[in-house]
């Protein structure tokens, strides 16, 4: 579906505006490069509404499919313009009301590269105008908003890329701004690079270079915080 669902599809005598804003939900989290995921969009404040549109901009991903929810959305509620500018458009037969966190349907992305979500998806009106139409007409505005899950404890992640041959990045959570030890081991048990960290609350990164490493073949690497102690495998290729 294409231009303004609200003319084109409900043919009101006139337009009205309205103040209302329907918010569609979405749980941010991290994707690995090549990695396929599933999106689920919620209801926020989803009452009376009759129909929205909106243009979904990806970046770092693109976009491989919909599944639907309570709602009806299929492949034509879709208008892929390129792999990473979508359309999206639906439209009830009488406004419909729903609880919040209702799952309307399910969007499927593949990621370029690691990313999180939050970074990734965004909706505007570069194609198709942000608009929503409750039961009478009138036309509101539709935002997304991806929840962002606190973080409550200290989580490693594995390294990207790997295997790698120039550089790599090594990132964790932190559920509290801490001190802590990041060090990267040979298989022998010899300490080849030891970094004392003053970390930030949530997401922290260190890039490590093959050069800053001097050898390749299996490596380890070590973070230290407190009473948390977790090591991971990692790859380094001539």
Same mark, same amino acid.
């Given at each position: ?8 599809v409900?043919?009101?005598?006139a ?23 599933? !999106?689920?969009v919620?209801?926020? =404040?989803?009452?009376? $509404?009759?129909?929205?549109q909106? /243009? #979904?901009?990806?970046? &770092? ?7 639907p929810g309570? !709602?009806?959305?299929?492949?034509? =509620?879709v208008?892929? $313009?390129?792999?990473?500018?979508? /359309? #999206?458009?639906?439209? &009830?037969?009488e406004?419909?009301t729903?609880g ?6 399910t969007?499927?992305?593949?990621a370029?590269?690691?990313v999180?979500?939050?970074? #990734?998806?965004?909706i &505007?009106?570069?194609?198709t ?5 409750i ?6 505005r539709?935002s ?6 606190p ?9 990207e ?22 060090s ?21 990164s260190e ?8 050898a390749?073949?299996?490596m ?7 009473e ?11």
């Open positions: 579906m294409s231009g303004n669902a609200a003319s084109s409900m043919n009101p005598v337009e009205a505006r309205s103040s209302k804003v329907v918010v569609l939900g979405m749980e941010d989290q991290e994707l690995k490069a090549g990695e396929e995921a599933e !999106l689920a919620m209801a926020g =404040n989803f009452s009376d $509404i009759a129909g929205f909106y /243009t #979904m901009n990806l970046k &770092g991903a693109n976009y491989v499919g919909i599944r309570a !709602l009806e959305m299929t492949r034509a =509620n208008g892929l $313009i390129s792999k990473d500018e979508v /359309t #999206m458009s639906y439209v &009830g037969k406004g419909i729903l919040e966190g209702t799952v309307l349907y969007i499927i992305v593949k370029d590269r690691a999180k979500v939050s970074e #990734m998806i965004s &505007g009106s570069a194609v105008p942000a608009e929503s139409y039961s009478d007409f009138a036309v509101g539709v997304l908003e991806v929840r962002t899950a973080v409550t404890a200290i989580a490693l992640m594995q390294n890329p790997n295997p790698f041959k120039g550089q790599t990045t090594i990132s964790f959570n932190m559920p509290n701004a801490a001190a802590a030890t990041l990267v081991y040979d298989v022998t048990g010899k300490v080849v690079s030891a970094r004392i960290i003053q970390t930030n609350k949530g997401l922290n890039i490590f270079t093959r050069e800053q490493l001097g390749s073949g299996v380890y690497y070590t973070l230290k915080s407190g948390f102690t977790a090591t991971k495998k990692m790859i380094v290729i001539e």
